[in-house]
């Protein structure tokens, strides 16, 4: 059976410390726009902790959750592009072709999350921090709409050394840059399909919950749902 | 009712051709100066990416897809004019159907510019075209952005055909009443037309089927353009409503445009003899019946958003009635409905100057209504932490080239009208109802050779 | 210039050119020899229907649906021509709808190109060698003649046109007087 490649992230085990946001614009070579655009909104964030406050002071309460591209199985971005820059991959990612996009927009109008980004501007890495971007992630150059892609370079390298290895991919092996650099492991990667697989068994789990799943945009991130000590659901 | 000779009418009708006043070439230096920033403005964008226009993270679509839509809803004026009228024969609309039909075919070259415009790669907008590329990929029907490309395609060279095929004996005029360069152009473009009956009555027959074929064109363009809106889950877009919506929104700003050109060529053109307060009139009540038309529409969204109290559609609906956007909408509301009712409904008020009054509201109030529909949906979106981290606001760039457009249309306005007449001479002498053709006894001397006899008139 | 042997009259108006068209009917011109020239359809008036018949609705019909069969291969030519199927959105490959809509585009776009086309070809143009032609058409007269008719009728046709109402009787061709 083909795979199908989902994210379990575990909100009880989440402590917001943005790990990941920074492992993942690491690995994927995500420029910053500088303070100026970013107020203006225009902040590059493939995954993102969303927070909420609720109650006012002294009882606030935080609520926080990783966000990236949901990788939705009835994926309302992809339909729409004209060029088919946003489709479906045989192995369940939703792929952004960088080569083919003209930059209309559609998708990230489209998209329910606005998981996606677009490079507004050229994007530039002052000297001498353009040795750190990596060789395996192609650089987004102006009008280019980009989006997290469960670092789908990870993916592939690990689907070619297990071929040449002649084995299975193992469960566990891929690792995308926001899983491996989660310090409380709250994020699992893996293929939905395989029913012995770690994220499988954890997206079974009766604390699991989709992202505005009601939408109908079938999402492969599944969150497990806070528990609070006194058993009272809390996400 | 005024009565005219023919050859006073074609005089009349051909002046504009013939002289040009010092008014003219000073709006015409303003506008390609206009047109020129508004190039300019462009170019810099190419350069230095969309960066430089006020879109943001969510707000992906604001002026430009705004002047798209207001553009490409303003070209249904010449459809509804043009063919409806001539299919219902009503004969007053003869002498206007040339300036709706032009109307059509510059608003919508203007409109299909902006696809172009608003791309964050506009250099590679050519892959919008089926073609066998190198790369094997073609582009993706299932988007209706390609459903825009084949529908306005089709409604430009249907409007560009509308337009062009009533001109051909208007070109044999102009070429006979012309000498030297200017002769042997309208030569070639009059297609050597002579008038022979078997070329009226193709000519007639081949309007007549654009006439039948256009409107259907009109209505699909508009109502694809609006599923550019309805075929994305966003909150305020997802509505079964949006394509009778917006094809009543294009003919009632059509007709606004209408109204306001009419006016300007009555005025400076001197043509009070052939645009008369009737014209205006019975445009005014069309224009007040899709005015009572787009008041209903936009009451059946609004109550069924309202309520529906959708908890995803609340935010966005609020921000137009009380919020951040509240200013713009009843601005809209004011100026679509509240101003262009009494003026219309009421005789007295509804007399040249008082339509263009309405029409001007019109075309403010649904250049916004194109603008509401969009930003303030994108603004707050589904999920509250990526609402708009500040509100949209248009850069230079962005309103020039706004302002770029509408010089564009008249400037494209004001050289058509020096080199074509403006109102079609033949569909006036044959059958406005407010002009009688005075078939006049004598004839002026003519270089042609005359028989020794007979040059007394016959009478008629 | 191809200008043919012809005599013609110029008539202010409709009338006097549909009496002058009875006139040379009566004398015996064949129709295909008339020439009748007029700045206007004049539909009302009999002297303008002259043609049979034309099929250009249905010709358009044809080019419409001969059209909306190309758009309804290119559409589907499109969704199907990859060598692995492009799944978006979890739609189906050959979508119904799409396809539709640009079938109904191209369709629409063949007939008015069709419409066109049957224009130019029926009615000869562009012809810019007209053999009959003057320029006081383009001043409201109807020009109303016989294309290379005999020596010996000429009398009478020109006779005729006169006493129709012509303001004016001219020649071309070998017709033509100094």
Known sequence: ?235 | MAQKTSEQINEELLRPLQSTSLTYKLALVFFVAVVAAAGFAFSYQVNNGIGVSGLQRPVFWAFYITNFVFWIGLSHAGTLISAILRLCNATWRRPVTRCAEVITVFALSIGATFPVIHLGRPWLAFWLFPYPSERGIWPNVRSPLLWDFFAINTYLLGSVTFLLLPMLPDFALVRDHAVGFRKKVYNVLSLGWTGTPKQWHRLEMAMSIMAIAVIPVAVSVHSIVSWDFAMANVPGWHSTIFAPYFVCGAIFSGIAALIIAMALLRKFLHLEEYLLRVHFENLGKLLLVMSLLWFYFVVSERLTAWYGNEIFEMPTFWSTQRGDFSPLFWTMVLCNFLIPFPILAIKRFRTIAGCVIASIGVVIGMWLERFLIIVPSLSSKFLPYSYVTSPYRPTWVEITITCGTFAAMALLYMLFSKFVPIIAVWELKAGDPNMKVVREASLAPSAGQALPHGSEAGAD | MAVADAIYGLFPGPDSAERAVNALRDAGVAADKMVILSPEPFDQYEFTHRDHKTVMPWLAMCGGIVGGTLGFLLARFMQMAYPFPLITGGMPLVSPFPTGIVTYELTMFSAVVTTVITLLVTTGLPNWKAKVYDEEVARGMVLIGVVDPSESSRADLESRLQRAGAAKIKGTGRFAKA
């Open chain 1, 1 to 235: 059976m083909a795979r199908q490649w989902g994210m379990v992230i575990d909100l009880d085990r989440c402590t917001g410390c943005e790990a990941c946001v920074v492992a993942c614009r690491t690995e994927n070579n995500i420029a910053t726009v500088g303070d100026d655009q970013a107020g203006r909104g225009r902040a590059i964030h493939w995954l993102r902790v969303e927070r909420y406050y609720e109650g006012d002071f002294p009882d606030v309460k935080v609520k926080f959750m990783p966000v990236m591209c949901q990788q939705c199985g009835a994926a309302p971005c992809e339909p729409v592009c004209p060029t088919f820059a946003s489709y479906h991959t045989e192995e369940g990612l939703n792929g952004q072709v960088y080569n083919r996009c003209i930059g209309t927009r559609y998708c990230s109008n489209a998209c329910s999350y606005n998981l996606r980004f677009f490079n507004f501007y050229n994007p530039t890495w002052e000297k001498p921090l353009d040795l750190q971007l990596n060789p395996d992630v192609s650089v987004r150059s102006v009008g280019i709409m980009e989006k997290c892609t469960f670092c789908v370079q990870r993916i592939k390298a690990s689907e070619i050394q297990a071929e040449s290895e002649k084995r299975p991919l193992r469960d566990g092996e891929v690792q995308p840059a926001c899983v491996q650099s989660c310090p409380t492991k709250a994020m699992v990667f893996g293929d939905l399909n395989d029913p012995t697989s770690e994220a499988a068994r954890l997206a079974r789990s009766n604390r699991a919950m989709k992202l505005l799943e009601e939408l109908g945009t079938v999402p492969q991130v599944t969150y497990l749902k806070r528990d609070s000590w006194n058993g009272a659901e809390n996400v």
